[in-house]
């Protein structure tokens, strides 16, 4: 298996343009994860899928955050309109059932 | 409090030695327990999961656990420059509710010296 896909790798933009993240899981695996990583918060989760439904977004910090798993191998975070301070590494990790959770490489985001 | 905790380090160790990773976390109902290795500008890495009271060894890894203490830790045995990373331990606090959501703790900087 070619394991979690991540696009972009990386990702430069300006404040208060649109970002879309994208991620597909590991075939036939039915949980999805979003996480952020920066140095001063670490790893956060931000919300995850089971069976393609969403089932606790907490963590997605406010209204400018969203996500979508329109289907079982495909998922997308968007940020608009994005800041400054939601530059951060991006990662996308999925698990089947309640095992082991693998991680995608992850999108590094700058917000000039 | 923080529900999974760690010491941020750095931890040095020289080379040879065994490096000694622990964290505790706060939910007595957690039942499913992770390290995770995190190379610098990589994603984080499945290393060793537990699932049960006791040592659970893979090679030069041992995981332990003691859920009446809240604690679980990971031995590196003959560490090696390429154990140089992050560990972060994961725990999955409330399976019967929450699926499979992990919660990370910070991590521990390990730096292992030739």
């Known amino acids: 298996d070619a394991g979690v896909i991540q696009s972009p790798r990386h990702e430069v933009t300006e404040m208060g343009q649109e970002v879309t993240l994208r991620c597909k899981p590991i075939?036939?695996?039915?949980?999805l994860f979003w996480y952020r990583q920066t140095m001063m918060r670490g790893l956060e989760l931000l919300i995850y899928f089971n069976n393609n439904v969403p089932i606790d977004d907490s963590g997605m910090p406010e209204d400018r955050f969203s996500a979508k798993m329109p289907n079982a191998s495909f998922s997308t975070l968007k940020i608009q309109p994005s800041e400054p301070r939601d530059s951060a590494v991006y990662f996308c990790?999925?698990?089947?059932?309640?095992?082991?959770?693998?991680f995608g490489p992850g999108t590094r985001l700058t917000v000039l | 409090q923080k529900e999974v905790e760690q010491n941020s380090g750095p931890l040095s160790v020289p080379e040879g030695a065994i490096a000694s990773l622990n964290c505790t976390y706060s939910?007595?109902?957690?039942?499913?327990f992770f390290w995770y290795r995190q190379y610098s500008g990589k994603s984080p890495e499945l290393i060793m999961s537990i699932y049960s009271n006791g040592d659970k060894e893979d090679g030069r890894f041992t995981a332990q656990l003691n859920k009446a203490s809240q604690y679980v830790s990971l031995l590196i045995r003959d560490s090696q420059p390429s154990d140089s990373a992050t560990y972060l331990c994961?725990?999955?606090?409330?399976?019967?509710?929450?699926?499979?959501?992990?919660?990370f703790g910070g991590g521990t900087r390990l730096m292992v010296k030739p």
């Open positions: 939910d007595r109902g957690s039942q499913s």
């Open positions: 994961a725990v999955n606090i409330d399976p019967g509710n929450a699926g499979n959501m992990l919660t």
């Open positions: 990790a999925s698990s089947l059932g309640l095992g082991e959770q693998f």
């Open positions: 075939s036939g695996h039915d949980y």
